[in-house]
């Protein structure tokens, strides 16, 4: 029985952050801002659904020319909008179908969290996929994280990736 939920990207934060953010992002897991849930929602949707099919780069481009013709009626649209923009443009630079081009198989999963010493981790993985390479079947997952204040850098991804492989290991394999 966990004592405590958080969800991936905040544990991520937090794990560099001093006692000040650390106690700032438990209480934002305690208190949910419904605001900051909203930031990006659209570029991540789009990235998910281009990620179902990866051969189709139009989703991404029409994905742009949408979030470019919302308003900015609210204090941080523009921002969002911007950031949004810039993290389309970096998964299409990416060219996930150069990667993936022996095909691959997307997996949906009910349960999305791992639990570590009682504590609740909510990965919430973008997408679980399995695909094939040199003959040998394998899983992969993605996680987004989508910020211009605080980007991950290499340690925190690093951290991200490790457990997401506990997660595929405990889900999937």
Do not use: C
Request: no cysteine; net charge positive.
């Amino acid at each position: 029985m966990s004592i405590f939920t958080i969800s991936i990207n905040q544990l991520v934060e937090a794990s560099l952050s001093t006692n000040k953010g650390k106690a700032r992002i438990v209480k934002q897991q305690l208190q949910v801002n419904r605001i900051l849930i909203m930031w990006y929602r659209l570029a991540k949707k789009r990235m998910k659904e281009y990620f179902f099919d990866v051969s189709n780069i139009t989703i991404l481009n029409d994905a742009i020319k949408e979030i470019k013709a919302l308003p900015e009626e609210k204090k941080n649209a523009a921002r969002d909008k911007q950031v949004s923009v810039e993290a389309i443009l970096k998964v299409k630079n990416m060219r996930f179908d150069n990667i993936l081009v022996e095909g691959y198989e997307v997996i949906k999963l009910k349960d999305t969290s791992i639990e570590i010493e009682d504590i609740r981790i909510s990965v919430n993985p973008d997408m679980v996929f399995r695909y094939r390479e040199d003959g040998v079947i394998k899983i992969g997952a993605l996680k987004f994280h989508v910020s211009k204040s605080k980007p991950f850098d290499l340690q925190q991804s690093k951290l991200v990736a490790n457990l997401l492989k506990v997660f595929l290991k405990e889900k999937v394999a």
